[in-house]
């Protein structure tokens, strides 16, 4: 019986720990690595593998798959899959997985620093003592904390560590998530939502949902306009998520007050973009999910990801369990091995 394959085709130029490559070996997988651009090196490198193995990168495409000759499962490190083909992933019963344990503690973070920064007006009180004015009367908040309304689009693994954080400030919480049962919502202490309801009464509304065709400019004029004037929109998601052109007119406009964003629908950011000439405007570079511990982390969840589904396990985060029958016979029981953590 041939080893089980993981062909890591997509690494975005990063290097492969050490630790990695022996504690896949000490696991009995046959593990290849090569930066795939071409259909022509994923049938090289990938034909042969259990699993295809890729970061950022889009090298996986629909009329590439059929190259991917032995593959069952597709690994997306990370927490969004809008770089793969899922439909079509799906519809030749591969497993799609991915690792969102692996940013979810940094990017929920990340969404409550933006919205602190907008609502206290830090970076532009930062900015302005810089400059040698010290003066407190200038960039005075609109916004209070306690007592105000948080909306939550999606309630994945960010959304719901998003809710369990921002809880203690004496919130409500309003949640929208079409696929998630509500009693789960209720029962991480939040109220469940329309789409509608949670735009029209939230001061701010934290974005959290996957980039997929439904989603695409989800945020678009209609739902600014019928948010708040002062309302504030964090988007630490993906950027086509908002119609950025509209979210740029709402925020010139008036229809929304300010937003908080660490994705642009075009990355990087243009420098003549016009979010960047807004006063009302707090952008980072697509940072949400780094840290110290980031590459440990990615590489963690995605080592255990390949243990767990080699020796039978489902892994932790399968998209498509429900669409698939899988490959191999995958046992509902957790994967037992922790795999070794980098000590840098």
């Known amino acids: 019986m041939r080893p089980f394959q993981a062909a890591l085709v997509g690494l975005l130029g990063e290097e492969v720990p050490e630790w990695v490559r022996r504690a896949l070996r000490d696991g009995g997988i046959d593990f290849v690595q090569h930066e795939c651009h071409t259909r022509e090196d994923l049938e090289q490198y990938a ?15 629909g009329d590439r798959l059929d190259a991917l000759k032995k593959c069952g499962a597709i690994l997306r490190t990370g927490t969004g899959t809008d770089n793969v083909p899922e439909a079509e992933i799906t519809a030749r019963n591969i497993l799609l997985t991915n690792t969102p344990e692996a940013v979810a503690e940094e990017v929920s973070d990340h969404a409550i620093a933006l919205l602190f920064s907008v609502i206290r007006q830090t970076a532009a009180q930062d900015a302005l003592v810089r400059a040698g004015v010290w003066e407190r009367r200038i960039h005075k908040t609109r916004w209070h904390l306690r007592g105000s309304t948080l909306g939550v689009l999606g309630f994945g693994h960010i959304a719901r560590l998003l809710v369990r954080k921002m809880s203690q400030f004496e919130l409500k919480i309003l949640v929208h998530d079409p696929y998630m049962a509500p009693e789960r919502i209720t029962q991480a202490g939040a109220e469940p939502a329309s789409f509608e309801r949670v ?27 019928s948010m708040k004037p002062h309302a504030v929109l964090i988007n630490t998601a993906r950027g086509p998520v908002v119609d950025e052109a509209a979210l740029i007119r709402g925020l010139t406009e008036g229809w929304i007050g300010a937003a908080g964003l660490d994705v642009c629908e075009e990355e990087p950011i243009a420098k003549d973009n016009p979010l960047l000439k807004l006063d009302n405007v707090v952008l980072t570079p697509h940072t949400a999910g780094y840290s110290d511990i980031f590459y440990d ?11 767990a589904i080699a020796n039978g396990f489902w892994p932790r985060s399968p998209l498509n369990r429900r669409e698939i029958t899988p490959r191999w016979a995958l046992a509902d029981a957790t994967w037992p091995a922790e795999p070794p953590r980098y000590a840098p």
């Open 47 to 61: 034909a042969a593998a259990d699993l295809v193995w890729v970061w950022g990168s889009r090298v996986i495409t």
């Open 199 to 225: 735009l029209a009464e939230s001061d701010f509304v934290s974005v959290h949902v996957p980039l997929k065709p439904e989603t695409r400019h989800l945020i678009g004029e209609r739902a600014l306009r």
């Open 297 to 307: 982390c990615f590489w963690r969840y995605s080592v255990e990801t390949v243990l």
